[in-house]
């Protein structure tokens, strides 16, 4: 088995068929990995084995089961469906013979787009953050933040959101690569991104009191460019129990939606890290 000190600012390092995660990757929940760098490793897996010429994927639904320890992980994928329209495809994660998460994502086949017009609620995100300069090597990964005005921001904005009333937005750019040596997909981008989708939606005027236990994602198209944005659209929340909705961007516009349900968990396990 390999070490994770071949880890630079990776989230991971391949050996063979196991991932071996470093440091970088740990989430805000405690010492364990990040939801969004387990969703973009079975993104990756799934993209791997489901990907292919005209197809598209169109939604990834991500099940964070158990804590997930940084230690070695693998991947085992399944194809459910592989139609001349549909593919589908399972994954699940496995540290220590124990599936720690699961996922499935469905990939379609472009086609002839048909004409006229249909009706969209409207969402806007605020304008694409400043250019930051040079930022900490310690950094997880870049987001900058709006408030409720959807006019004030800034990076990794999070405090602002305890005053706003309104709705949430955060822009997000991935300044480390997934694994060691190899280029983040489009599709990998935005799935990591997407598990952003519970603090987005979940954060209010007493912090994000909610950890999230899955997320779905559905996308029209890939992303372009760095930058994936996120825009608060919905929260209901009942007896510790939420569920939210976030509408999803590129540079470009809005390319899809992510929904996500979480628990509520206490005030003082959450540590944000820049």
């Given at each position: 088995?390999?070490?994770?000190?071949?880890?630079?600012?990776?989230?991971?390092?391949?050996?063979?068929?196991?991932?071996?995660?470093?440091?970088?990757?740990?989430?805000?929940?405690?010492?364990?990995?990040?939801?969004?760098?387990?969703?973009?490793?079975?993104?990756?897996?799934?993209e791997?084995?489901?990907?292919?010429?005209?197809?598209?994927?169109?939604?990834?639904?991500?099940?964070?089961?158990r804590?997930?320890?940084?230690?070695?992980?693998?991947?085992?994928?399944?194809?459910?469906?592989?139609?001349?329209?549909?593919?589908?495809?399972?994954?699940?994660?496995?540290?220590?013979?124990?599936?720690?998460?699961?996922?499935?994502?469905?990939?379609?086949?472009?086609?002839?787009?048909?004409?006229?017009?249909?009706?969209?609620?409207?969402?806007?995100?605020?304008?694409?953050?400043?250019?930051?300069?040079?930022?900490?090597?310690?950094?997880?990964?870049?987001?900058?933040?709006y408030?409720?005005?959807?006019?004030?921001?800034?990076?990794?904005?999070?405090?602002?959101?305890?005053d706003?009333?309104?709705?949430k937005?955060?822009?997000?750019?991935?300044v480390?690569?997934?694994?060691?040596?190899?280029?983040?997909t489009?599709?990998?981008?935005?799935?990591?991104?997407?598990?952003?989708?519970?603090?987005?939606?979940?954060?209010g005027?007493?912090?994000?009191?909610?950890?999230?236990?899955?997320?779905?994602?559905?996308?029209?198209?890939?992303?372009i460019?760095?930058?994936?944005?996120?825009?608060?659209?919905?929260?209901?929340?009942?007896?510790?129990?939420?569920?939210?909705?976030?509408?999803?961007?590129?540079?470009?516009?809005?390319?899809?939606?992510?929904?996500?349900?979480?628990?509520?968990?206490?005030?003082?396990?959450?540590?944000?890290?820049?």
């Amino acid at each position: 088995m390999g070490s994770t000190e071949s880890v630079s600012r990776a989230y991971t390092v391949a050996d063979g068929n196991v991932l071996l995660p470093g440091p970088a990757g740990q989430g805000p929940w405690g010492p364990t990995i990040s939801g969004h760098v387990v969703g973009g490793i079975l993104a990756r897996s799934l993209e791997q084995v489901g990907g292919g010429p005209d197809l598209v994927p169109a939604r990834l639904t991500v099940d964070l089961l158990r804590p997930t320890a940084i230690a070695p992980l693998e991947v085992r994928t399944t194809v459910r469906r592989d139609g001349r329209r549909i593919r589908l495809i399972d994954a699940e994660l496995i540290q220590n013979d124990v599936v720690v998460s699961r996922a499935s994502a469905m990939f379609l086949r472009r086609g002839e787009h048909p004409p006229g017009d249909i009706w969209s609620s409207p969402v806007a995100m605020p304008p694409l953050p400043p250019d930051p300069g040079p930022l900490p090597e310690d950094l997880m990964m870049f987001v900058w933040g709006y408030g409720g005005d959807g006019q004030s921001g800034g990076a990794m904005a999070f405090t602002e959101w305890h005053d706003a009333t309104g709705p949430k937005y955060a822009w997000i750019r991935q300044v480390r690569p997934l694994v060691e040596g190899e280029v983040t997909t489009p599709f990998v981008t935005v799935a990591m991104a997407a598990d952003a989708a519970s603090a987005t939606s979940h954060w209010g005027t007493g912090g994000l009191r909610y950890i999230n236990a899955d997320y779905t994602l559905t996308l029209a198209r890939e992303p372009i460019g760095d930058y994936i944005g996120l825009a608060a659209t919905s929260h209901n929340s009942y007896d510790g129990i939420a569920c939210g909705a976030v509408a999803v961007f590129d540079a470009e516009g809005q390319i899809g939606n992510a929904i996500t349900v979480g628990l509520v968990n206490p005030a003082e396990s959450f540590h944000p890290r820049a």
